[in-house]
């Protein structure tokens, strides 16, 4: 089975502007994570999706987004990006509950300019 | 507040050596996972516990629901275990994850 993928895998982006990263889980996940790691805050969740519907949410602002797609892949935006967005995004896929084993994709390393 | 709380922060090891890392959490939880990660940013779920504890190869990790405590062990230390380990618990109140702020492991050969 092939693993979690992540789009793209670098990112260079000025302040201000928007973002849009693609994750597709492992065949047969409907479970999608996203979570944020930076040197200064670690790894924080953003939001968790199932059967394309956000079931989780961790405490970011809504410049934030995403969503699922009937196939379980998932997308998450950023809009009106700051420089502390800059971060190293990833997902990862569960069967069914978020709180089963994960599985990690490699991660989008985001710069902010 | 930090949810989780992990120890130590960095770690170094002699090859062959037994290794210990705690982790102590503050929420009620449903989960607990102990994570891999190297360098690169890759991430590897190497447990999820609920109870007791459990043994792949040389790796034992531990939880003791009662004084939310866990612990990963890994017995005769090899350099290719160096990498970050991370604590992670799902809140069943919260409805999400908290990590702690892992622990950077160098194991010398």
């Known amino acids: 089975k092939a693993g979690v993928t992540q789009t793209p895998r670098y990112l260079i982006k000025t302040r201000g502007q928007q973002v849009t990263l693609s994750c597709s889980p492992i065949s047969g996940h409907r479970s999608v994570s996203w979570y944020q790691q930076t040197p200064g805050q670690g790894l924080q969740f953003l939001f968790e999706y199932f059967s394309e519907t956000q079931r989780n949410k961790g405490n970011f602002p809504g410049r934030f987004s995403g969503r699922q797609f009937s196939n379980s892949r998932s997308e998450m935006n950023v809009s009106t990006l700051e420089l502390g967005d800059s971060a190293l995004y990833l997902c990862?896929?569960?069967?069914?509950?978020?709180?089963?084993?994960?599985?990690f994709g490699p991660g989008t390393r985001l710069l902010v300019l | 507040k930090n949810e989780v709380e992990q120890s130590p922060q960095n770690l170094t090891a002699q090859e062959g050596e037994f290794i210990t890392i705690n982790c102590s959490y503050s929420v009620g939880i449903s989960a607990l996972h102990w994570l891999q990660q190297h360098p690169g940013g890759g991430i590897v779920s190497l447990f999820m516990?609920?109870?007791g504890k459990k043994k792949h190869g040389r790796l034992i990790a531990t939880i003791n629901i009662q004084e939310k405590h866990s612990s990963l062990h890994i017995t005769a230390s090899h350099p290719r275990d160096s990498a970050v380990y991370i604590c992670a618990v799902y809140s069943n109140t919260g409805n999400q994850f908290y990590f702690g702020t892992g622990t950077s492991l160098t194991v010398i050969p």
């Open positions: 516990l609920s109870s």
């Open positions: 990862a896929s569960s069967f069914r509950q978020m709180e089963e084993t994960q599985y």
